[in-house]
Structure formats: structure tokens, C-alpha cells
């Protein structure tokens, strides 16, 4: 039995996430468990999520981090340990208030830099990539 759809094709936060996400070299969306993810070969975004046994966090944003920078991350509070994902080196952004969308640019480069084949690394290095890392 397939997952419901957990996400509204005309919710705003949505469709600006698609815009910086799909910017990515040869990134492509792929509706997963019922939700909006974002693929460079592998996944390194996807739109909703929540915690194990706790909030749900419909408008935000999961992505890949590096250990180097997740213990920073975790001390700010619009950002959570999601379910499912989370064991696998995840974390999610609050995306309900007011979103700052270059920083949401800046997580999803790292993710994709984590996740992307070398040929694809040296064209986003080259400029293929979201107007708001330009």
C-alpha cells in the first residue's frame, strides 16, 4: 500500500524550496513516503518530517550534515532530529517562520556535496547552482 501524500502542490515554502533545491546539478524530485525529496543520485533533501515520538514538523526541511558541523547546528533551536533519517546523519530546519532561504541554499549545498558524485561537484564548482549562493 503506497505512503498518503503528506505535502500540498501549492504550498508556498514548498515551491521555493523546489526552486533553490532543483538548482542543484541534475537534481531531480522524487515524492518518497509520501513526501518531496530531492535528488543529485542520492537524496540530500527532502520537505517534512518530525520527531520520533514527538512534534511533526510539516513545513521544513531535512538534510544530510557533516559531524563537523552538526553539534553547532543542534544548539539552534529551529533545528531538530528527525525521525527515521536522523540515525543516518540528518537533521531538520523549522521552515514555518520566515525562512532564511540563503541559508537553507548553504545547508542544501553541503548536503548535496555529502551525497554527489565528483562530476557533478565540479559543475556545481564551476557556478551550476541556486541564484542564492551566486
Known sequence: ?????????DDPVLNRLREVALAFPDATE??????????????????????????QFETSLLF????NDRAALEQDARFFYPAYVGPYGWLGLDLSKKPDWREVAELLDASYRLIAPKKLIARLDDGERPAELR
Open 30 to 55: 522524487v515524492v518518497a513516503h509520501g513526501r518531496p525529496t530531492f535528488r543529485g543520485g542520492k537524496m540530500f533533501g527532502m520537505y517534512g518530517g518530525g520527531v520520533k515520538g514527538g512534534p
Open 64 to 67: 544530510k550534515v557533516g559531524e
Open 1 to 9: 500500500m503506497p505512503h498518503p501524500i503528506m505535502f500540498s502542490d
